[in-house]
């Protein structure tokens, strides 16, 4: 590298920053909102850079050249390349192998998973494909960022190529237990493709921990389980926890906003009823919506008291529409609506409110302003960051969030009320006392949990990034982070 050129970051990411879409006048970036986009853009925009990512659309043939665009348009700032798809790799890479093996797979269910070799191999082909547009961007001395279970191959076909890359990658779902990560009969390359990186970060230290097992039982690599380390063809590989965060302070500035409060006071008196109770996720069947639903049937069966003074609130993001499972989640959902919309509603009263559709920042803002309580409850969930934007957002200190305990975020928001989304009754019952919850114990819970979301939000997991990443190979003594305090 020469001494003009100063080091950069490549970010990779199966989607990244922008969508492109084509209009009549041409492909159009259009931003997309994510987790990782929230976290990683603003910086991108002021220190500059490369997001390598799919794009969203389809390709029309395999050797179909990706767009280059300096972005934002209005006023550049770094560089989007796209990473071309087919057709056919989109259904046999995306909706094939990591969202019917390894998707299910990451969060034990196992019934749900489908291993094709055909899938697989799609999927090796294009993680390689990843790996090429990355060559093209990568000079030595820059960091490469590679991301979440779609790309696993990607470390090892840097290194192999380019060794002298820093690397890397942030595994963002959870991460299974060795036994059953091998019921996959490619879980040794996988392995292998993650160990390519120099640092290999994930949301909690038991994710951390099964990573780490599954090196020494399915490759027979060196693990030090104390410093959370592995010893992979001549190299040290740092294995560490670092919860994503939020962007505390951008939540809290956009709830306190005129506009965003009148629209949750419009909310409250559409719906029109003394509590409201909200739920915000994609539609999947890891986010435990049917038995959220079920639970919010038998508390009104339970406790009548709250019929005609109780609502809840479902928004369901589209997700994965072309997958056969998830739209017949869709139909499930919406009948289960349904039912219980026939059984309960009385007069304009409905005790459930359904929306399949995303929401921008500010129209969420309002509805976390809106709720008097917030159903996060997956059957499993990496980490899970609308509950702590909802956190954020209650700038008015109330407000009870509800969490299952085999969410990620679980580990560190201490003041949630936890429950068990396989448990219906039990789940209806702590319903029935987070709706009765009294404002005292609401700010005493509300306080730990904004301590929490505000230590460690996205700029402090964006630092643990840079700080690890600084240190110079062979050098680190502890890269495991400090997220357990």
């Given at each position: 590298m020469?001494?003009?050129?100063?080091?950069?970051?490549?970010?990779?990411?199966?989607?990244?920053?922008y969508?492109?879409?084509a209009?009549?006048?041409?492909?159009?970036?259009?931003?997309?909102?994510?987790?990782l986009?929230?976290?990683?853009?603003?910086?991108?925009?002021k220190?500059?850079?490369v997001?390598?990512?799919?794009g969203?659309?389809e390709a029309?043939?395999?050797?179909?050249?990706?767009?280059?665009?300096?972005?934002?348009?209005?006023?550049?700032?770094?560089?989007?390349?796209?990473?071309?798809?087919?057709?056919?790799?989109?259904?046999?890479?995306?909706?094939?192998?990591?969202n019917?093996?390894?998707?299910?797979?990451?969060?034990?269910?196992l019934?749900?998973?489908?291993?094709?070799a055909?899938?697989?191999s799609?999927?090796?082909?294009?993680?390689?494909?990843?790996?090429?547009?990355?060559?093209?961007?990568a000079?030595?001395?820059?960091?490469?960022?590679v991301?979440?279970y779609?790309?696993?191959?990607?470390?090892?076909?840097?290194?192999?190529?380019?060794?002298?890359?820093?690397?890397?990658?942030?595994?963002?779902?959870?991460?299974?237990?060795h036994?059953l990560?091998?019921?996959?009969?490619?879980?040794?390359?996988?392995?292998?493709?993650?160990?390519?990186?120099?640092?290999l970060?994930?949301?909690?230290?038991?994710?951390?921990?099964?990573?780490?097992?599954?090196?020494?039982?399915?490759?027979?690599?060196?693990?030090?389980?104390?410093?959370?380390?592995v010893?992979?063809?001549?190299?040290?590989?740092?294995?560490?926890?670092?919860?994503?965060?939020?962007?505390?302070?951008a939540?809290q500035?956009?709830?306190?906003?005129?506009?965003?409060?009148?629209?949750?006071?419009?909310?409250?008196?559409q719906?029109?009823?003394?509590?409201?109770?909200?739920?915000?996720?994609?539609?999947?069947y890891?986010?435990?919506?049917?038995?959220?639903?079920?639970?919010w049937?038998r508390?009104?069966?339970?406790?009548p008291?709250w019929?005609?003074?109780?609502?809840?609130?479902?928004?369901?993001?589209?997700?994965?529409?072309?997958?056969?499972?998830?739209?017949r989640?869709?139909?499930?959902?919406e009948?289960?609506?349904?039912?219980?919309?026939?059984?309960?509603s009385d007069?304009?009263?409905?005790?459930?409110?359904?929306?399949?559709?995303?929401?921008?920042?500010?129209?969420?803002v309002?509805?976390?302003?809106?709720?008097?309580v917030?159903?996060?409850?997956?059957?499993?969930?990496?980490?899970?960051?609308?509950?702590?934007?909802?956190?954020a957002?209650?700038?008015?200190?109330?407000?009870?969030?509800?969490?299952?305990?085999?969410?990620?975020?679980?580990?560190?928001?201490?003041?949630?009320?936890?429950v068990?989304p396989?448990?219906?009754d039990?789940?209806?019952?702590?319903?029935?006392?987070?709706?009765?919850?009294?404002?005292?114990?609401?700010?005493?819970?509300?306080?730990?949990?904004?301590e929490?979301?505000?230590?460690?939000?996205?700029?402090?997991?964006?630092?643990?990034?840079?700080?690890?990443?600084?240190?110079?190979?062979?050098?680190?003594?502890?890269?495991?982070g400090?997220?357990?305090?």
């Amino acid at each position: 590298m020469s001494k003009k050129q100063a080091a950069k970051i490549v970010m990779v990411s199966n989607r990244g920053s922008y969508n492109l879409q084509a209009t009549p006048e041409g492909i159009k970036p259009v931003p997309a909102i994510s987790g990782l986009v929230s976290a990683v853009e603003p910086f991108l925009r002021k220190k500059g850079g490369v997001w390598v990512a799919w794009g969203g659309r389809e390709a029309p043939q395999e050797n179909s050249q990706g767009l280059r665009l300096a972005v934002p348009i209005e006023n550049a700032a770094y560089t989007f390349h796209e990473v071309p798809l087919t057709a056919g790799e989109i259904k046999l890479y995306y909706h094939g192998f990591t969202n019917s093996a390894l998707w299910p797979l990451c969060h034990y269910f196992l019934d749900r998973c489908h291993y094709d070799a055909r899938e697989w191999s799609t999927y090796a082909r294009v993680n390689a494909k990843f790996a090429g547009a990355v060559f093209e961007e990568a000079a030595e001395g820059d960091i490469i960022w590679v991301n979440d279970y779609h790309l696993a191959l990607v470390p090892a076909h840097l290194r192999h190529r380019q060794p002298q890359l820093k690397q890397f990658f942030f595994w963002h779902i959870p991460f299974p237990h060795h036994d059953l990560l091998a019921t996959l009969p490619w879980a040794p390359h996988i392995l292998r493709g993650l160990l390519g990186t120099d640092v290999l970060g994930f949301h909690l230290q038991a994710y951390v921990d099964n990573f780490l097992q599954a090196a020494a039982q399915l490759l027979g690599a060196r693990v030090d389980f104390e410093e959370n380390i592995v010893y992979w063809e001549q190299r040290r590989i740092h294995v560490g926890a670092w919860p994503m965060g939020i962007d505390y302070r951008a939540f809290q500035r956009q709830a306190v906003e005129p506009s965003t409060r009148a629209r949750a006071e419009e909310l409250r008196e559409q719906i029109g009823v003394e509590r409201l109770a909200l739920s915000v996720e994609r539609l999947d069947y890891t986010k435990g919506i049917l038995e959220r639903l079920l639970a919010w049937e038998r508390l009104l069966e339970e406790a009548p008291e709250w019929r005609g003074r109780a609502a809840l609130v479902q928004i369901a993001v589209p997700s994965r529409t072309a997958v056969p499972a998830y739209r017949r989640l869709k139909e499930e959902v919406e009948a289960a609506v349904g039912r219980i919309n026939g059984r309960f509603s009385d007069g304009s009263y409905r005790p459930v409110h359904y929306f399949w559709r995303g929401l921008p920042r500010q129209e969420l803002v309002a509805y976390y302003l809106a709720a008097d309580v917030m159903m996060v409850t997956p059957l499993r969930d990496g980490l899970n960051l609308v509950a702590k934007e909802y956190v954020a957002s209650r700038c008015d200190n109330t407000g009870v969030l509800v969490l299952s305990r085999f969410a990620g975020a679980a580990q560190e928001l201490k003041g949630a009320v936890l429950v068990n989304p396989y448990d219906i009754d039990g789940m209806a019952m702590i319903f029935n006392t987070a709706l009765g919850m009294g404002r005292a114990e609401q700010e005493k819970r509300l306080r730990l949990l904004q301590e929490r979301v505000r230590r460690h939000d996205v700029h402090w997991w964006m630092n643990c990034f840079h700080q690890t990443m600084a240190l110079k190979k062979g050098e680190a003594d502890d890269v495991s982070g400090s997220a357990s305090s």
